[in-house]
Structure formats: C-alpha cells, structure tokens
T-cell receptor
Framework: AQRVTQPEKLLSVFKGAPVELKCNYS??????LFWYVQYSRQRLQLLLRHISRESIKGFTADLNKGETSFHLKKPFAQEEDSAMYYCALGGGTGFQKLVFGTGTRLLVSP | ETGVTQSPTHLIKTRGQQVTLRCSSQSGHNTVSWYQQALGQGPQFIFQ???????GRGNFPPRFSGLQFPNYSSELNVNALELDDSALYLCASSLARREETQYFGPGTRLLVL
C-alpha cells in the first residue's frame, strides 16, 4: 500500500535557523515524490518535485530510496516560509494519483 | 494562462441531500482529479477523469461520482450526504502523465448538517 508519513504536525523555528521537514514513504514501485505548500488563504501549490532536482525558494529535497525518505530542507528559514507543507507520493497504474501525508505546519518566528 | 477554478466556494447541505461541485481545469490540461480534505488531514484522492472517462478511483463509495465534459471541465456529485462528507473538496488539473504536476484549485468547503 502507498503511504506517506509526516511525523511532525508543527515545526517552530526562529528566523535564520535551519529547517528540515520530514517525509517518509512506503511504495513498492519507482516513486514520484512532491512537496506541496499552502500559504495562509492560498491554494495548494507545488513547491518542488524530486524528478526536477531543483531548488525553489531555497528549499531542497533529496530522495533517499534506502531510507524511503524525501525530507525538505532549507538552511536559513524566513518568516515568509511559514505555511502548511505536504509531502505527496505519485502513484496509480495507468493514471495519476497523489497520496498525501497529513502535513506539517512550519512556523518561523522573528 | 487561466488557473483551476472551482464553484461554489462554500456550501451547506443537510444529511441525505445531493450536491454537485464544479471545476474548470487549467488551460491546456486534459486530466482532472478530485480530492477530499478533511479537517487536519492531507487531501485524499477520490477519482480522476481523462478525456471524459473515469480512469482511476480511490477508496470512496459509488455515491461519489463525477463527469468530465469535452472542454475538460468536471463535476463531482455526492449523493445521500453523510455528516462525514463535510470537508474541503479540491480539484486538480494536469497533463495525462504520472509524473506531471497537478495544479490545484482553491477548493469548495462543504458542510453537512
């Protein structure tokens, strides 16, 4: 069964501190992994996906197949990073389907 | 480029009633997926439509049904509403490949009393 686990409901850090949002997945096939972000009063939007290997707004995530993890990292948090972050696993045979974790709220204090 | 839009934004229904939610996909996208997001949870996949046919379904009962139209817009219908159907319903559009990004609409918040 496909499953995504985000163990932290809330992560609170100070501005300038490093951030790591944890994501572990369970999937027998070749995983497609995404991080989506939802800022206050905005829609869910893609932050980054492992296939593109890019850094968006200073965030990076590396797929570790051995540990089945896709943790999201940023070396220096900014107040505007405060948001809800969801890790998602792409699955489905012959169709797209995203399996989401329960999300982690990141709060960056000044 | 027009993003994904959904209507209505909010809806209140009573148990046993039926509801129809609407979604217009992003320009150029031929695939629409629907998700249910209960309070405090991540979105859960309901089903996906590609070229007017359902081509994938999650763990939702048959009273959740949908349609996709030739312009790729879509409807989600829920019959015999239950209290647990109260949630945010999200629509996402994409191109039809597994690794493609899904773009989400703002959602319709449904409250069942």
């Amino acid at each position: 069964a496909q499953r995504v686990t985000q163990p932290e409901k809330l992560l609170s850090v100070f501005k300038g501190a490093p951030v790591e949002l944890k994501c572990n997945y369970s999937y027998s096939g070749s995983p497609e992994l995404f991080w989506y972000v939802q800022y206050s009063r905005q829609r869910l939007q893609l932050l980054l996906r492992h296939i593109s290997r890019e850094s968006i707004k200073g965030f990076t995530a590396d797929l570790n197949k051995g540990e089945t993890s896709f943790h999201l990292k940023k070396p220096f948090a900014q107040e505007e990073d405060s948001a809800m972050y969801y890790c998602a696993l792409g699955g489905g045979t012959g169709f797209q389907k995203l399996v989401f974790g329960t999300g982690t709220r990141l709060l960056v204090s000044p | 480029e027009t993003g994904v839009t959904q209507s209505p934004t909010h809806l209140i229904k009573t148990r046993g009633q039926q509801v129809t939610l609407r979604c217009s996909s992003q320009s150029g996208h031929n695939t629409v997926s629907w998700y249910q997001q209960a309070l405090g949870q991540g979105p859960q996949f309901i089903f996906q439509y590609y070229r007017e046919e359902e081509n994938g379904r999650g763990n939702f009962p048959p009273r959740f049904s949908g349609l996709q139209f030739p312009n790729y817009s879509s409807e989600l219908n829920v019959n015999a509403l239950e209290l647990d159907d109260s949630a945010l319903y999200l629509c996402a559009s994409s191109l039809a490949r597994r690794e493609e990004t899904q773009y989400f609409g703002p959602g319709t918040r449904l409250l069942v009393l």
